[in-house]
Nanobody
Framework: QVQFVESGGGLVQPGGSLRLSCAASGSISRFYVMGWYRQAPGKPREVVATITNGGSTWYTNSVKGRFTISRDNGENTVYLQMNSLKPEDTAVYYC?????????WGQGTQVTVSS
């Protein structure tokens, strides 16, 4: 089963930017839809953005206009560019196929937005 390794998180001030990367252990071209998810403390994991092999994207309302998802099938990598970050974006961010495969969750990458 493919595994994912997320990176690029960190501490950033409100209004700042981060670019997350997700490296897959195998080819992602066979997965029609890839997604980024996040889990804030005390809250369930939620889907943030998805992208198809054809490049069609979907975003949850709270990140529309601020986040951009992209994928590079040749590099087996999915990206999440996050701009205009807000404190409510603080969470552990994960990538996975969509809908998610339970056995493929990685460790995630922590994003903390705070002044």
């Amino acid at each position: 089963q493919v595994q994912f390794v997320e990176s690029g998180g960190g501490l950033v001030q409100p209004g700042g930017s981060l670019r997350l990367s997700c490296a897959a252990s195998g080819s992602i071209s066979r997965f029609y839809v890839m997604g980024w998810y996040r889990q804030a403390p005390g809250k369930p994991r939620e889907v943030v953005a998805t992208i198809t092999n054809g490049g069609s994207t979907w975003y949850t309302n709270s990140v529309k206009g601020r986040f951009t998802i992209s994928r590079d099938n040749g590099e087996n990598t999915v990206y999440l560019q996050m701009n205009s970050l807000k404190p409510e974006d603080t969470a552990v961010y994960y990538c996975n196929v969509a809908p998610p495969a339970g056995g493929s969750w990685g460790q995630g990458t922590q994003v903390t937005v705070s002044s």
